[in-house]
């Protein structure tokens, strides 16, 4: 069974910095790409960035580039997203999602996702 | 950016209704279109893929289609279970982008 566990949301103040851990099991983590969702309170979802299986491709939405860092170590089965810069509008849940293997006519692209960690930017 | 226009963004329905969401590309995308249900305090859950190939699991009712800029989610007859709020996603291009979502609601 896949698993995403997402883990180190929490309350940091405007400027500040937070990195958050996606640990995964139950596939071959190495041989996907993994992306970042993130969802405002009572708002859509909003795709942020993703992240190819070396870890030699990254993609991010505007509104975060130059602020996060998406990397992972698949050696730990794990992705991380380093926020730095934060402001109030980057507080949402930030759901760690699977993405493809290799296309999107592969089938299985984001149907799996974890729980989502909260971060709140506020002081 | 490719913006994915959902509609409605709202709507109330009753359990046996057809239901129809829409969504619309600003430009192409092929089949690079998914659907996705999400509930209130859950984590978003994929019913299509490809546009109208349906998730394993999800039941028959749901059904997608269309292909370049237009695409619609039909629900054949909404059960108790289905209020939700359904969102598209396009992946034929960077940044990869949601459509702003239809809740659906009972009435």
């Known amino acids: 069974e896949v698993q995403l566990v997402e883990s180190g949301g929490g309350l940091v103040q405007p400027g500040g910095s937070l990195r958050l851990s996606c640990a995964a099991s139950?596939?071959?983590?190495?041989?996907?790409?993994m992306t970042w969702v993130r969802q405002a309170p009572g708002k859509g979802l909003e795709w942020v960035t993703n992240?190819?299986?070396?870890?030699?491709?990254?993609h991010y939405v505007d509104s975060v580039k130059g602020r996060f860092t998406v990397s992972r170590d698949n050696a730990k089965n794990s992705v991380y997203l380093q926020m730095n810069s934060l402001r109030a509008g980057d507080t949402a849940v930030y759901f760690c999602v699977r993405d493809t293997r290799h296309d999107y006519s592969d089938p299985d692209y984001y149907d799996s996702w974890g729980q989502g960690t909260l971060v709140t930017v506020s002081s | 950016d490719i913006q994915m226009t959902q509609s409605p963004s709202a709507m109330s329905a009753s359990v046996g209704d057809r239901v129809t969401i829409t969504c619309r590309a600003s430009?192409?995308?092929?089949?690079?279109l998914a659907w996705f249900q999400q509930k209130p305090g859950k984590v978003p859950k994929r019913l299509i893929y490809a546009a109208s190939s349906l998730q394993s699991g999800v039941p028959s009712r749901f059904s997608g289609s269309g292909s370049g800029t237009e695409f619609t989610l039909t629900i054949s007859s909404l059960q108790p279970e289905d209020f939700a709020t359904y969102y598209c996603l396009q992946l034929k291009s960077y940044p990869v982008t949601f459509g702003g979502g239809t809740k659906v609601e009972i009435k």
């Open positions: 430009q192409g995308i092929s089949n690079y």
């Open positions: 139950g596939f071959t983590f190495s041989t996907y790409w």
């Open positions: 992240i190819n299986q070396h870890g030699t491709d990254k």
